[in-house]
């Protein structure tokens, strides 16, 4: 699917994400560290919606494979920038990670409750269901609501545990769900704070105040 073109999927694709991102890592000013795919994937399409080229700014986004990874890797990155993007659990092993950094870090933006829960809420439970509607997948998302499980529950977290229960359908969204809240001018607050916060961090400008 285009939205999946250039990222790796299959069971070996955080590995392979992680090596990719650190080969690139030595020509970079700074490194923005995320959780997954998913996460290296919104950053992408929100910084490419605001307009953004971050090959050119030598800002290189890292999934790491997971929080507990940013404690054995920050110590190996040598005298780089480093922000970081995270869900709201993760958020004291994010910062930290980034504390034992070699320079200041850019900070550590946090997603309430986590990057598909910020989405869901910055483009609406209609528009997302819109969304679903134009990929063919509303009919799957009826099906799931009507389970016992979670029938009863509140839409939004239905929405969230649909966007998770699969590994291609999440990195598929990561994209359409940012370029559909980029086009409300609406994307979400720590996204838009990490991506502020790296403008200019090979040059000395401060960071932009983390969430």
């Known amino acids: 699917m285009a939205e999946l073109a250039g990222y790796p999927h299959g069971p070996d694709a955080p590995l392979r994400a992680t090596a990719r991102a650190l080969a690139k890592a030595g020509g970079a000013t700074t490194l923005v560290l995320v959780e997954g795919i998913s996460d290296q994937i919104a950053v992408e399409t929100a910084a490419a919606a605001r307009g953004r080229d971050l090959d050119a700014e030598r800002v290189v986004v890292v999934p790491i494979g997971g929080a507990h990874a940013i404690g054995r890797l920050v110590p190996?990155?040598?005298?780089?920038?480093?922000?970081?993007?995270?869900?709201?659990?993760?958020?004291h092993l994010f910062r930290?990670?980034?504390?034992?950094?070699?320079?200041?870090?850019?900070?550590?933006?946090?997603?309430?409750?986590?990057?598909?829960?910020?989405?869901?809420?910055?483009?609406?439970?209609?528009?997302?269901?819109?969304?679903?509607?134009?990929?063919?997948?509303?009919?799957?998302?009826?099906?799931?609501?009507?389970?016992?499980?979670?029938?009863?529950?509140?839409?939004?977290?239905?929405?969230?545990?649909?966007?998770?229960?699969?590994?291609?359908?999440?990195?598929?969204y990561a994209s359409l769900l940012v370029e559909a809240a980029a086009a409300r001018d609406a994307?979400?607050?720590?996204?838009?704070?990490?991506?502020?916060?790296?403008?200019?961090?090979?040059?000395?400008?401060?960071?932009?105040?983390?969430?």
């Open 96 to 172: 930290r990670g980034l504390a034992a950094a070699s320079s200041a870090p850019l900070g550590v933006y946090v997603c309430v409750d986590d990057l598909e829960d910020e989405l869901i809420r910055a483009v609406g439970v209609a528009g997302v269901e819109t969304l679903f509607d134009a990929q063919g997948d509303l009919g799957s998302l009826r099906s799931m609501q009507r389970q016992p499980a979670w029938r009863d529950q509140p839409v939004p977290a239905q929405l969230r545990r649909f966007l998770g229960a699969g590994s291609r359908r999440k990195l598929r």
């Open 187 to 211: 994307v979400p607050g720590p996204l838009d704070g990490l991506l502020a916060a790296v403008i200019g961090s090979g040059t000395g400008r401060g960071p932009a105040a983390p969430r």
């Open 76 to 91: 190996t990155l040598g005298p780089v920038r480093l922000a970081g993007l995270c869900d709201l659990r993760e958020e």
